[in-house]
């Protein structure tokens, strides 16, 4: 029936109908558009400015080798590396570039989720088959749920789940008050304890309000803080990086001096008659210290091309601030360390087991220990008027070892006439005095029974390298004693040196019993400490500001003078002038003033008062080795070097010895 009336209709439709009737061109339809476009001939668009090429260059055929490196993958990925604490450029680098990527999920069928949603699928296709049979016959299910009513009427409700009731057990007395008296004190410490517990929550509820007043107090501070931090944290991750990244445009800059330092040996020092001469190298300067004088000098023990400079003035006229900084050979251009001070730094004297320690002499009087870890300016420790500080001021320290407790330990010289030993006990420095010099014109007793004039003015001062308690003290007045840390009155031996103030004072790195001194008398003297006449004298025409021993050898020292020259000697060679004379500092009323050996390498570096600091080499004939000879083994080492200048000063005692006879 509908088959038949469906055709009748068609049928009907045949003649023109008016959907399927050609479209007026004015007509816009959704059937023919675009039609057009692919009927109409194809014409080829060219760029205006395109290349014409010829038959043969459009037949040319390029090769294109196809690699399955990623072009965008970064080639120059650099990372730290922690064992060889550096940045290293990684050689591997990935070219794989996801285009799509699908994260998939797969669970066991016999795990808890995976029974869990196969419950669910099975619950799912009973609900469907449910619906189907829904569908197909209404009847029936209303029938079984009428059938179901009639029996949920005719079933009773079930009664309610009284829940049971756990009763007390009467043979567990556990309970306080289930208790006997037969042991009372136990419950006394408990009460005891509890009152403390409420008395402590009473406490932290009262400072709850003055915490949230203080924390509303610091997040306004902090809010003004905080970028300051972030800054300085910003500044601290690139530290590092920025330091290497200075040294390396350091040591291109100044590759000529880093070359001549490392490889350059003065090949004209055959052709001097054993005479040498010093390379002049880096210069150090900072625009802070100009006006101020070079007072102390001294080598890192641990770091070879690290020193420390102190900064003050030696004009009582002149006095103003001080200032401490640590160069290093790396970077001559600017220092590592800066630290200033109110008063002038005299002296200094760096830890040998903890080179971060540095101890320093001020002006005022006052010591201090100035801690490199620690990112402030100030010093960690300081003494102080209370304290028992120096009342003039501090011409030399001297790190001593530990005591029996271990506490840290250095010795102070001043012109006070006071010997101090400063000790670091719970973050103090406190101060024992060691010896007092008696003041100008009094008399104490000596050794032998001898009356010794003594005066108040100690300049320098050195300790015994192998015997702990010995030392030396040089005064203003030109006499050296020998001193015992055991007596704190007496003097071991007096040694009358020099006619004006002994500058500096040390013993010999490898002979026990030599010592050199030097003086504004223009002289430089090398004594034997059983003997107390000079082994050898020295006059260098100016006043001498510092001595020092070199480290590699028992005969060789150098000593600067007051008109710029320094000058340096090899007794084994040479027992009656210097090897090299030669003038540093070039400007009249520029003076050095300090000198000290690098204990590695062939330098050394010398301070002036213009605050500059002047590295120089030493050329061969400074520094000569005993030759090797075929067949021979050259013996080297402390021993060698004790006897070589045993030797020399058994020439010097032999007229003695004779004239003794």
């Known amino acids: 029936m509908h088959n038949a009336i469906a055709h009748h209709s068609l049928t009907n439709a045949q003649p023109i109908p008016e959907q399927l009737a050609p479209p007026h061109p004015d007509a816009s339809t959704d059937v023919g558009e675009g039609v057009d476009e692919w009927t109409a001939v194809k014409t080829l668009v060219k760029p205006p400015d395109q ?33 060889e604490r550096a940045y290293k450029p990684i050689g591997y680098v990935d070219q794989t570039a996801i285009h799509f990527s699908l994260n998939g999920n797969l669970i066991l069928k016999d795990s808890d989720e ?53 009763l007390a057990n009467q043979f567990n007395f556990i309970e306080r008050a289930s208790k006997t008296l037969n042991n009372p004190l136990r419950w006394e ?64 800059i100044f590759d000529d001096i880093a070359q001549d330092f490392k490889y350059f040996e003065d090949a004209s ?11 002049p190298l880096w210069k150090f300067q900072y625009d802070k210290t100009k006006r101020l004088a070079v007072t102390a000098i001294s080598w890192n023990p641990k770091y070879k091309d690290l020193f420390a400079v102190g900064y003050g003035s030696y004009d009582f006229m002149k006095q103003s601030h001080g200032m401490l900084l640590l160069y290093t050979m790396k970077n001559p251009s600017f220092p590592e360390y800066v630290f200033s001070s109110e008063s002038g730094i005299m002296c200094l004297d760096i830890h040998n087991d903890h080179p971060y320690l540095v101890a320093v002499g001020f002006y005022d009087g006052n010591v201090a220990i100035y801690n490199l870890k620690k990112a402030t300016s100030q010093p960690s420790y300081k003494s102080s008027a209370k304290s028992g500080k120096h009342t003039d001021p501090v011409w030399q320290v001297r790190w001593q070892k530990d005591d029996m407790d271990n506490n840290l330990n250095f010795f102070s010289v001043s012109s006070d006439g006071r010997i101090v030993s400063w000790t670091l006990v719970k973050n103090e420095l406190v101060h024992t005095d060691v010896i007092k010099l008696s003041a100008e014109g009094t008399t104490m007793q000596g050794p032998e029974g001898l009356q010794l004039q003594t005066l108040g003015c100690g300049t320098s001062f050195d300790f015994h390298k192998k015997i702990d308690y010995l030392f030396l003290v040089g005064t203003e007045e030109g006499k050296i004693y020998k001193c015992s840390k055991c007596y704190s009155s007496q003097f071991l031996d007096v040694f009358e040196a020099h006619h004006m103030a002994v500058d ?28 107390k006449t000079p082994m050898f004298i020295y006059d260098l025409h100016s006043a001498v500001g510092d001595v020092a021993w070199s480290p590699y050898s028992s005969t060789v020292f150098a000593a600067v003078t007051t008109d710029g020259k320094a000058h340096v000697f090899d007794l084994s060679i040479n027992k009656y002038e210097a090897l090299c004379t030669q003038i540093v500092v070039a400007k009249k009323k520029n003076k050095i003033t300090h000198i000290q050996f690098n204990p590695v390498y062939p330098v050394v570096i010398i301070g002036d008062e213009r605050g500059h600091i002047t590295c120089l080499k030493l050329s061969p004939n400074l520094r000569k080795m005993p030759k090797e000879k075929k067949g021979q083994v050259v013996k080297k080492g402390p021993e060698v070097e004790i006897a070589k200048l045993d030797k020399l000063l058994n020439l010097v005692r032999e007229p003695e010895g004779t004239a003794g006879k």
């Open 504 to 531: 500096s004072v040390s013993w010999n790195p490898y002979h026990l019993k030599v010592f050199i001194s030097c003086s504004s008398d223009w002289t430089v003297k090398i004594w034997d400490h059983t003997i």
């Open 51 to 83: 290349l014409e090429l010829t038959e043969a260059e459009l037949k040319e055929e390029f090769t294109r080798v196809l690699t399955a490196n990623n072009p965008h993958a970064p080639q120059n990925i650099v990372r730290y590396s922690f064992k």
């Open 269 to 279: 020092d055959e052709y001097r008659d054993q005479k040498g001469t010093l390379l």
């Open 114 to 166: 995976g029974r869990r949603q196969s419950v669910k699928s099975a619950v799912s296709v009973i609900s469907e088959e449910t619906e189907i049979k829904d569908e197909e016959g209404t009847e029936d299910t209303q029938v079984i749920l009428q059938k179901e009513a009639e029996a949920a009427e005719a079933e009773e409700p079930p009664p309610p789940k009284v829940k049971e009731q756990k």
């Open 189 to 252: 410490i408990y009460d005891a304890y509890m009152e403390e517990l409420q008395k402590m929550e009473k406490s932290k509820e009262k400072e709850k309000p003055k915490a949230q007043i203080a924390k509303k107090e610091e997040k306004k501070k902090g809010r003004k803080l905080t970028s300051l931090e972030s800054q300085s944290d910003d500044i601290t991750k690139i530290s590092k990086a920025a330091k290497i990244m200075e040294r390396m445009v350091n040591q291109n």
